[in-house]
């Protein structure tokens, strides 16, 4: 019985997607929910798994192709046996010549083997009946990282040559979906948005102390949840935003939507390009939950585990860049969101308090905002108010 492989149901804001990869070849045997190919589209990489067991008889769709939603891509032929399986004896019998070889290592020399990662059936056996000794298996491997030595030099050479002659190389790929669409959402941003950016530094030492002093504790009452920064971050933003309604506004054509809620976006960076999965209802999560989920987000979007669902709305976006070092950066803004805010490296900087000089760990925030919506004494009393917040934490706990 011949089954149909189709590309899933994609959301209204999907129109296509790309095949990315295939992961199984016509003929190759298939299990149930066996992975087979990758999708790539404009914001996620959807995984296809086969619906039953047997052979992919035919692929419709080769990569690089586009495919609209629930296009017929593949079939499967439902119980068949790939041919490859035939021959099934054939492991067997390298099993027993590999099992009869090791037989004839002595204890000391088949563990030095395993540990160089050597083929034992390939060591010449110098030891009485046959028998592979230590020595042999020292001369062996010696041999072998000689030949490898031999086989770089000449690649070296042609390196340097290349170096030598002046030889420009350059290498054409096309561009994923996934970048050119965030190409074309920052593109988006900065041409249809009057963007503006407020900066303000805030003295992390008071959220570090806390940090450094909790965070075993912490770890251990929620389950390995580790304590870090964001956590923080997130639920004084929370906070700021209930109190300026604009900045967690969007603009909808002639219509300002002012939304009750807060979703926040949290910037993750992946091999493909930039992902922005949402914490929704952040305001109600814990600093715990919102620890967990980030780290959840992190993990599942660099294996492209996200669902498209995680990684649309959102009412305001934090972006940490201070992870990669940057000191200081104005973010763009994430359409149709009004706001984003910016972090940094924590840099420790001589500041004045209370007429001394003090090493202080500072931290630059940036906040980028649509000037259309958002009034630039609006945005720097946002900015004020997550600073004070994070400069004295019990203002979190408290909502004062």
Request: hydrophobic share 45%; net charge negative.
């Amino acid at each position: 019985m011949t089954i149909e492989i189709k590309a899933p149901t994609f959301p209204e804001s999907v129109a296509d997607g790309t095949i990315a990869t295939w992961h199984k070849k016509p003929g190759e045997a298939v299990a149930r929910d066996e992975l087979i190919v990758d999708i790539e589209t404009d914001k996620v990489v959807l995984e296809v798994v086969a619906p039953t067991s047997g052979v992919l008889a035919e692929v419709l769709k080769g990569e690089g192709e586009t495919v609209l939603s629930e296009e017929l891509i593949a079939r499967i032929q439902e119980g068949a046996v790939a041919a490859a399986a035939a021959p099934a004896a054939a492991p067997a019998a390298v099993a027993a010549v590999a099992a009869a070889t090791d037989a004839k290592l002595a204890p000391a020399a088949r563990k030095m083997a395993e540990e160089k990662g050597l083929d034992a059936s390939a060591i010449p056996a110098s030891g009485k009946g046959g028998l592979v000794t230590k020595e042999d298996v020292v001369a062996f491997s010696e041999k072998q990282q000689g030949v490898a030595k031999k086989s770089a030099a000449p690649a070296a050479a042609v390196a340097a040559v290349s170096a030598l002659s002046g030889e420009r190389i350059e290498k054409r790929v096309p561009m994923t979906r996934l970048r050119a669409r965030i190409a074309e959402r920052l593109l988006e941003a900065s041409q249809t948005t009057a963007m503006l950016t407020t900066f303000n530094e805030v003295n992390m030492k008071p959220v570090m102390d806390l940090r450094n002093q909790y965070k075993d504790l912490f770890e251990k009452a929620h389950h390995g949840v580790r304590l870090g920064f964001m956590g923080f971050f997130v639920k004084a933003a929370c906070e700021a935003l209930k109190r300026f309604a604009a900045v967690n506004a969007s603009i909808d054509g002639n219509d300002v939507v002012y939304h009750g809620y807060q979703d926040i976006g949290v910037a993750v960076s992946t091999e493909k390009g930039l992902v922005v999965p949402v914490l929704r209802d952040a305001d109600q999560m814990s600093i715990a939950r919102v620890e967990e989920k980030i780290r959840d987000f992190g993990l599942r979007a660099r294996d492209g585990k996200l669902g498209i669902e995680e990684i649309q709305g959102g009412t305001f976006t934090i972006t940490n860049g201070g992870v990669f070092g940057s000191l200081l950066s104005t973010p763009i803004l994430n359409p149709p969101q009004t706001a984003i805010l910016g972090m940094h490296k924590i840099q420790d900087r001589p500041m004045a308090v209370n007429g001394q000089v003090v090493i202080l760990p500072m931290m630059y925030l940036a906040l980028s905002y649509d000037h259309r919506l958002v009034d630039g004494k609006e945005a720097v009393q946002f900015l004020v108010t997550i600073k004070e917040m994070l400069e004295d934490p019990a203002r979190i706990l408290l909502e004062v």
